[in-house]
């Protein structure tokens, strides 16, 4: 049996990848929830990622062309944004610009879980979820409470191999370790802190930058596990200076924008 | 006369009271205005409650069964909102989930004033405003000046009462004292800080957390006092602590998430 | 040749304006995009307005007459809220409430593009953007990407310059240096921090400020000088103090609330 391999921060490919979102400053766009709208943005912009939201359907077209990375987030969706959500989707995978899809509470609510098995059919690079998002989108049995994970995401990696296999995208399930998958090689990404979980938007800024990542590195794998990696390392270096969940939200943006930054960022 | 009762976080019911929210973690479904969601979401998940927001029509009705408690807050509403906030509250008085309204700027705008009246017909648990505000739904005649209230909490307790009285709903009034009402008994909560006016969503967020401590107080009266003194206390603490008002809404977050964790919050 | 006056914050006139919007709390009506709008209240309320949003239809049209001064931001619009902001517009102009347009992104995608061409005939006070919307409304070309200028502040004056002039309003291009035109005058503004660029919202902010300071100002040209000297001097002490971008959020709304405040803002 093969050792799971497993990286973080401290690896070399991991560096390198953020390196290359600071020197580029991919254009993201972000169709997300309306309840982390600002935190996402703050999260790419400390990464330096340029980060862009567009809701129009008569615009989404346009933007998913010329965007680096896109991410399509169900959270709050309603069914006008769903028709532009699925017209983001089938014009990313047409411009072949890369995207994320981001399963929000998909289970238990019917408007969400029909048209995220819908959107995967316009091949997201990467699905990204918690235990509960991805053994729903899997098909499996999953109890979903609200849009709080109530599988570890251990339960959850075979249906993610399964989902990566049948769709073609790395399936990433987020949980204390985070697994990566492609459906052949599983990756652990370990870190983090349980603080992570008691600020909102944490995941979906995750997903966000696995879409800019998806604009500069070498593989959807590679994005995936770089992206959960910056954020494993920020949360450890944000909790230990935080004094609450308030300040520990405030110093996840300023490890991430410390992050890797070279030159430094000039503050002060 | 009988004096009026005085409760702060001094009292044992309230710390009992956030204790079981932080045991329980109450799936609090919030359909609150575009300006507030994060902080929202940020200040229920400090408590130790378990934020959730849905906006489709499509999905309300299920989530509004399987929530502890309900939010509806008027603040950006529009006419499609309007409508899936009536299903909203409707599926939560069938499904005998207790629900909050939050009639924000009720009184000067056509749409939202109408909506709040007829949303009171689907008996909410708990009407948490201004004075502006409950005086407008209580339909006295009110002067609101934007989303701010120009009328004092005291002028609108003899409003609340008779609201309270004809609605069934328990009806807090929040002032540099707060006024809490069940029709009979009155309770004020003194504290906070004026600072808290200078934060935007510091009362829409102390809307959700009633909505959150509905699902485990005895009674709604409970439930909006102790809501009330949480934010009082934490307000008073994060003043301590600020230097302006950026700082202060942080602190508050940091604060609210320190009270009376039990086990201490671990950080850093 | 003349040189081009420059005002900061050390201009008792800017001083006098920012004391004027503490002492009357000039509401503010925020017709703006979805990812700014608690950071926007927030700075608005830090700098002694008092911010409000509606944006449905039916209730634009009254709180366009009410407000002091209204924002509108095409930055997330849909063509729901294009018909909205149209009432607002031509509302606010009907009712003599002065307003400023913020063309976020316009250039690149075509509903905000058609939009605020449009919007310019309702007769905006301030017209606000960085070089490459301003160049881009002003009918010349532009390469806009995404939300992000790449057009310098001084490239665009000459746009600016024709624009005040075609369309009546000042025109304010935001940028490493400030440039603020009614078609005659050109003052510019220096200051500020590359911070700025780093976190969501500062440009929309400043909008936001001019809306507020609109209502209390001797003219459009002071208000968009006022705001734009405000901003700058916030950003170099927010830079002085914070770790990193999360930090410079949080400070920058401090730095505001602390700025010129007579009395001091009572904190701790």
């Known amino acids: 049996m093969t050792a799971t391999p497993s990286r973080t921060w401290a690896d070399a490919s991991v560096v390198a990848d953020l390196a290359r979102v600071r020197a580029q400053a991919p254009l993201t766009h972000c169709f997300t929830n309306l309840v982390v709208t600002n935190f996402t943005a703050n999260l790419l912009l400390a990464a330096g990622a340029s980060p862009a939201m567009v809701f129009a359907i008569e615009e ?18 309603t069914a006008p944004e769903a028709e532009a959500m699925r017209v983001t989707a089938r014009c990313a995978h047409a411009a072949g610009t890369p995207w994320v899809l981001d399963p929000v509470a998909v289970g238990g609510l019917k408007l969400r879980t029909d048209l995220a098995a819908e959107l995967v059919g316009s091949r997201p690079a990467i699905i990204r979820g918690n235990g509960s998002e991805i053994l729903a989108l899997a098909g499996a049995a999953a109890t979903a409470k609200g849009v709080d994970s109530t599988a570890g995401a251990e339960e959850a990696v075979d249906a993610a191999r399964g989902l990566a296999r049948s769709t073609g995208a790395v399936v990433a399930v987020s949980g204390a370790v985070d697994h990566v998958t ?33 604009a500069v590195s070498d593989s959807p794998l590679d994005a995936a596990v770089c992206a959960s990696a910056v954020l494993a390392v920020a949360g450890e270096r944000a909790a230990a200076v935080a004094r609450g969940t308030g300040s520990f939200a405030v110093a996840l943006l300023d490890e991430i924008s410390l992050l890797g930054s070279d030159p430094p960022l000039e503050i002060g």
Chains 1, 2, 3 share one sequence.
């Open 60 to 77: 989404v077209a346009d933007f998913a062309a010329i965007a680096g990375g896109v991410l399509i987030n169900v959270g709050t969706v």
């Open 182 to 214: 492609d459906g052949e090689t599983l990756v652990t990404v370990p870190g983090g802190d349980p603080l992570l979980t008691r600020v909102t938007g944490t995941g979906c800024g995750l997903g966000a930058l696995m879409a800019a990542l998806l």
